[in-house]
């Protein structure tokens, strides 16, 4: 199966601060099947970004996705309050599906 | 608005089984497949698998094939995911989750997890 290593494991930031996530996979991901999601404590996870970097419906354009092959990226251009939470890639492009260890985004 | 919903918590004895259940309502239920997913306290996301609530076709993860049943109830709107010989390993927060594909537009499920029901807590203890 694919493992997804998500880096760093805590990203301590200010709002109004730009949060660069990655996340980076053993093999390539095929056809950039990869998605991000967001959770808060006791929350369920929140579709962000699928494809690499298609915003998912409603979510803001701060949100942005990018990469392909192994490597992927999560930016948030200006962290907002509630931007402060945990952050996982998924790649869906080989099953079975798998998570990433996820990025904690803290103030 | 979509929103599924999920039962409520579960303590279970090491062996024993779990069902839950996730109640689907605001789109039409037969159109998305769902998937559940698991969180130990504290940990990441595992994916445990997917149904096809149209014909009931069903895929596992290899990790729980044998131990996982996956099964829909169209008339209730109802996906049900049950968990056979417990261990203290499967504690965890058990979701359901919407695929993010239309069926009728593409058959195939997309495997982006648009829609996430609240959770169910699964304690497996002696």
């Known amino acids: 199966e694919i493992v997804l290593t998500q880096s760093p494991g805590t990203l301590s930031l200010s709002p109004g601060e730009r949060a660069t996530l990655s996340c980076g996979a053993s093999q390539s991901v095929s056809s950039s099947c990869l998605a991000w999601y967001q959770q808060k404590p006791g929350q369920a996870p929140r579709l962000l970004i699928y494809g690499a970097s298609s915003r998912a419906t409603g979510i803001p354009d701060r949100f942005s996705g990018s990469g392909s092959g192994t490597d992927f990226t999560l930016t948030i251009s200006r962290l907002e309050p509630e931007d402060f939470a945990v952050y996982y890639c998924?790649?869906?492009?080989?099953?079975?599906?798998?998570f990433g260890g996820g990025t904690k985004v803290e103030i | 608005q979509v929103q599924l919903v999920q039962s409520g918590a579960e303590v279970k004895k090491p062996g024993a089984s779990v069902k839950v259940s996730c109640k689907a309502s605001?789109?039409?239920?037969?159109?998305?497949?769902m998937h559940w997913v698991r969180q130990a306290p504290g940990q990441g996301l595992e994916w445990m698998g997917i149904?096809?609530?149209?014909?009931?076709?069903?895929t596992y993860a290899q990790k729980f094939q044998g131990r996982v049943t996956m099964t829909r109830d169209t008339s209730t709107r109802i996906v049900y995911m049950e968990l056979s010989s417990l261990r203290s390993e499967d504690t965890a927060v058990y979701y359901c989750?919407?695929?993010?594909?239309?069926?009728?537009?593409?058959?195939?499920?997309?495997?982006?997890?648009?829609?996430w029901g609240q959770g169910t807590l699964v304690t497996v203890s002696s």
């Open positions: 989750a919407r695929d993010r594909g239309d069926i009728v537009v593409v058959p195939a499920a997309t495997n982006e997890l648009d829609y």
């Open positions: 605001g789109y039409t239920f037969t159109r998305y497949h």
């Open positions: 149904i096809n609530p149209s014909g009931g076709s069903t």
């Open positions: 998924q790649q869906y492009g080989t099953s079975p599906l798998t």
